[in-house]
């Protein structure tokens, strides 16, 4: 039997949505499984806190600790001004929690599983940090770029340095996402594949299946713990790189 963990990756075109330049476009699973994301979060803000009851809910619970939980991380990082980016924070939080668990689930796809989303993602936290940053500050948003008390000898180094750390952000924020969701999802594949083969050998197989089995368990358990960090790691970078765009120079 062979294994192929990469199949499950795959871009599937389900349905033609118009032809331009004579390059066809599709809708495919991943804008259907990105569609999902989203109702399923309107769903849980929208549907559970439509009623505001005084004494929430289990499903109200969760949507307002998950504002909370944002809003503290926020706050955190980058100061009571930076809520004024909460709707972009939140929304990338939900966005990346909810495709995440939803990725486990068997037969379904992992969004965050191919770097043009997180890219897309990524580029769009790095632009806003640049305008905002421009608009808010003026020229002194270069004060970013030179930290204070270098000394001058080793000021233009350190400037080229900062520069292409500055430039380099949306690689590793990107990369950091879709690397993790990418080979977690892998491993499991890779064994669960070994509780089918072994499976299919009788019964020496199936008693030699129960240590992959277990593993494929506790992987997956893993997995919803990193689904939830990778969103996490994710939006609390992106606030860091807020502030720089609210504060810099600090």
């Known amino acids: 039997m062979a294994v192929d963990p990469i199949h499950q990756f795959e871009i599937q075109n389900l349905a033609k949505v118009a032809t331009i330049g004579g390059t066809e476009i599709h809708f495919t699973n991943s804008a259907l499984f990105m569609l999902v994301s989203v109702g399923l979060t309107i769903l849980l803000l929208l549907g559970t806190t439509a009623g505001r009851r005084l004494v929430p809910s289990r499903m109200q619970s969760v949507g307002e600790l998950s504002y909370e939980f944002v809003a503290n991380t926020i706050r955190s990082t980058a100061g009571e001004g930076g809520m004024k980016f909460f709707?972009?924070?939140?929304?990338?939080?939900?966005?990346?929690?909810?495709?995440?668990?939803?990725?486990?689930?068997?037969?379904?796809?992992?969004?965050?599983?191919?770097?043009?989303?997180?890219?897309?993602?990524?580029?769009?936290?790095?632009?806003t940090v640049l305008v905002y940053g421009f608009y808010k500050n003026g020229m002194k948003f270069f004060k970013l770029f030179v930290p204070s008390g270098i000394p001058i000898y080793i000021l233009p180094l350190i400037v080229f340095i900062e520069v292409l750390s500055f430039l380099s952000r949306p690689i590793s924020h990107s990369v950091r996402l879709f690397a993790n969701m990418l080979a977690g999802h892998i491993t499991l594949k890779v064994f669960a594949s070994f509780v089918t083969m072994l499976g299919a050998m009788g019964i020496a197989g199936w008693v030699g299946a129960v240590l992959p089995l277990g593993l494929t368990v506790a992987l997956t358990a893993l997995e919803l713990l990193v689904a939830f960090l990778q969103a996490y790691v994710f939006t609390i970078l992106t606030c860091i790189y807020l502030n720089d765009a609210l504060h810099p120079g600090h």
Not at 88 to 112: E, K, Q, R
């Open 87 to 127: 709707p972009l924070v939140f929304s990338l939080f939900m966005f990346s929690l909810v495709s995440n668990m939803l990725g486990i689930i068997p037969y379904t796809f992992t969004v965050a599983s191919h770097i043009i989303v997180t890219a897309a993602l990524a580029l769009l936290v790095f632009f």
